[in-house]
């Protein structure tokens, strides 16, 4: 008996029913000699600081660096019911060997193995390593599987970006929050240098200075040609009153016919660059959609950085295109001849291929997909048709005229071919989507000119513009911004370029909203959210050290990374150089003015004076209590917790009503509590004593209201 072991229950049934185990079990399959399971994501984690010892249980400067001499796993808590099986699973004596069938890549292969590892299993290891969950690409994975052993390195390269980041993440966002307190100052290697990228841009945006600048027109025959700018509306008005009525004579004609490449296919950044710009689908909606497109078998997997097919894939995007054509087209008696070559590179294959539709899309009723998948689903499509599609070809003119001793150009253009463009514009009728007015500006076609032509009579006019600050950061522009960053400074052969993985980008933005230091701010114009770094995301990467903020560290990561998969790096050396990294951050980072401390201080609601001490006493995250840290319990009455509205009127005098207390017989009652002053209180539980001063009360109880039913 073989156990096989898929990421994902979804991808665990497409194998099962592919190799024949097709019996249900309690969180498995069984049949035709295997046992197929599957994780739920990570379901082993790097242990948290507090297990290892009380010295890291709390927060302080003195207990850093946080570094475990040996690293810890857990099960995590809400998956454990599915780690027991696996565990039960691999334990069988008649399982002979595992397959490793998560995704194929270093986050896959960490996934499997940190569980074979917890669990003590030493059963034999096959890798079952492919991109499409149809059946023929899972038949011909299974008669390729691979010794478990080929794949140690990427293992060791996974360990160590897994083990690098905690140290980074949890010691950076410990020292930088006991620094300067108020509220969690998360960093790390990622999500720091992309608020970094936003807080630049925001700066940028807040300091530019609008310009006013004028130009001057001459208007003849249809044509409408400029001067550059000018600064001053006096000098634009003299050029103007200077060619009022005059001759226009053409000096130059440039014509240059262009072409236009059709696109590469879509990986999920690409893809989700233009859903959020097509659509406003944000990064983490179109990675679901695409999850649920790759799990109902009609799109192949998404978390994919490669923009090619495989070159054994030429029949399958022929017979994908055919489907396409039946099943999804836009137009119908649309002509087409696929260059399918131009999409095929196994050189740029990795982990996986690009993303298309699969076969399945012929059989499948679309209509009952939901309108956002199916939108991803055509979007995929299309760009399929755009990429296998003919050049876009036009010409381009530009003319150059001169008027009483004044230079004036316009720029024309006129599409020749329209080639894979006609995709494009059928899919953009299709979802109703407005086309960009800039370019349909750039579009207008001039009428036929010729050096040496003179136009009599022009007439003139002057325009006013005003130069634009840089663009706010929008999801498409920013997962482009993360894409490219520090991408100079990766080598060629890197797993990942830019800031994270096309897989965990969408989740860097969503933690930098949640977290506080990035808002979403949606435009009257447009669906399409901006996003904008709140005042606390300012504010902590003015006091980060580039170390933390700057792309490069990821780049080196990455660089250092690829040797270590290629056995070329010992995970030692690689560790001990983000060690000593840590350690020099700490060092560095550790005196700050006290007027730096307060950068973060949440204003806190003031609910009313404290009875015991006299002072304020305050909202707080898990309840209100008295700033002045008096030893006053204001937050609870007889082991009912109070309202903000009720601490409010307690402290202010007032009587207030609980509900659903408890006798000592256990029985409900409601009861009027009335403050009259304060009293110590002292018991002992767990073998601790505990103390404090609470709210002396007074009890009054509801009357009964009066049925009217005998007894």
């Given at each position: ?474 999801e498409d522009l920013l997962l482009s911004a993360m894409e490219r960053a520090g991408a100079e400074d990766m080598g060629d052969d890197v ?217």
């Amino acid at each position: 008996m073989q156990l096989v072991i898929a990421e994902k229950p979804s991808v665990a049934r497409s194998i099962a029913e592919v190799i024949g185990a097709t019996e249900n079990k309690d969180g498995y399959m069984e049949g035709n000699g295997y046992l197929v399971s599957w994780c739920v994501g990570h379901l082993v984690e790097l242990a948290q600081p507090e297990s290892y010892g009380e010295q890291w249980k709390k927060w302080t400067y003195e207990s850093l660096p946080v570094k475990p001499e040996n690293w810890r796993y857990e099960v995590k808590a809400d998956t454990k019911a599915q780690y027991d099986v696996l565990y039960q699973l691999m334990h069988r004596e008649d399982v002979s060997a595992t397959i490793c069938a998560t995704d194929a890549g270093r986050e896959g292969e960490l996934i499997f193995r940190l569980v074979y590892g917890m669990a003590g299993c030493d059963k034999p290891i096959r890798r079952l390593w492919i991109s499409s969950m149809e059946e023929s690409a899972i038949r011909e994975g299974f008669e390729n599987l691979q010794p478990g052993s080929d794949y140690d390195n990427l293992y060791h390269s996974a360990l160590c970006r897994q083990e690098a980041d905690w140290l980074v993440g949890i010691n950076g966002t410990r020292l930088f929050t006991v620094l300067y307190g108020g509220k969690v100052l998360k960093v790390g290697r990622v999500q720091t240098p992309t608020l970094a990228m936003l807080v630049d841009r925001e700066t940028k945006i807040k300091n530019f200075q609008k310009e006013k600048y004028y130009m001057a027109h001459i208007l003849m025959d249809g044509i409408d040609a400029a001067t550059g700018r000018i600064d001053d509306k006096n000098k634009a008005d003299e050029v103007a009153g200077a060619c009022q009525n005059g001759q226009a004579l053409v000096t130059s004609v440039l014509k240059e016919e262009k072409a236009v490449a059709p696109p590469k296919l879509y990986d999920l950044t690409t893809l989700q660059r233009d859903a959020n710009r097509l659509f406003g689908f944000t990064a983490k909606q179109t990675l679901e959609y695409m999850q649920s497109l790759y799990e109902k078998k009609l799109a192949t997997y998404p978390r994919t950085d490669s923009q090619f097919l495989s070159d054994d894939m030429g029949q399958t995007a022929e017979n994908v295109i055919e489907a396409v054509f039946t099943s999804l087209m836009f137009e119908e008696n649309m002509m087409f001849n696929p260059d399918i070559k131009r999409v095929l590179n196994s050189k740029k294959v990795t982990d996986h291929h690009a993303i298309i539709p699969t076969m399945e899309i012929a059989k499948a009723d679309l209509a009952a997909l939901p309108e956002t998948e199916r939108k991803i689903l055509s979007l995929i499509a299309n760009r399929l048709l755009c990429a296998t599609g003919e050049k876009h070809l036009h010409e381009t003119v530009k003319a150059e005229f001169s008027c009483n001793g004044h230079t004036f150009s316009v720029s024309g253009k006129a599409v020749t071919h329209n080639g894979w463009k006609v995709f494009e514009d059928a899919f953009k009728r299709s979802f109703k989507i407005a086309g960009n007015k800039e370019e349909e500006n750039e579009e207008k076609k001039l009428p036929e000119l010729s050096e040496g032509q003179t136009f009599e009579g022009v007439q003139t006019k002057i325009s006013e513009h005003f130069t634009t600050p840089p663009k706010h950061f929008t999801e498409d522009l920013l997962l482009s911004a993360m894409e490219r960053a520090g991408a100079e400074d990766m080598g060629d052969d890197v797993e990942r370029k830019g800031l994270g993985t096309p897989a965990t980008r969408a989740d860097i933005i969503e933690k930098l909203v949640k977290d506080g230091f990035v808002k979403r701010e949606k435009t009257e114009r447009s669906s399409v959210c901006r996003l904008i770094p709140t005042e606390d995301g300012m504010k902590l990467i003015t006091v980060l050290p580039d170390v933390v903020k700057s792309p490069k560290l990821t780049a080196d990561w990455e660089n250092a990374l690829t040797l270590v998969s290629k056995g070329e790096l010992a995970m030692e050396n690689f560790m001990a150089d983000i060690e000593n990294m840590v350690s020099e951050l700490i060092h560095t980072c550790h005196k700050i003015s006290d007027e730096q401390k307060k950068m973060f201080a949440q204003e806190q609601e003031a609910l009313g004076t404290c009875p015991n001490c006299g002072g304020q006493v305050v909202k707080g995250k898990f309840g209100a209590y008295c700033k002045n840290k008096c030893g006053m319990n204001v937050s609870r009455v007889m082991g009912a917790a109070l309202t903000d509205a009720q601490v409010k009127d307690m402290l202010a005098g007032k009587k207030i009503l609980l509900k659903g207390l408890k006798s000592k017989a256990g029985k409900p009652y409601d009861a009027y509590i009335i403050p009259s002053g304060t009293e110590e209180y002292h018991y002992t539980k767990d073998g601790e004593e505990k103390s404090g001063v609470q709210f002396k009360i007074v009890m009054e109880f509801p009357k009964k209201k009066f049925s009217g039913k005998k007894k």
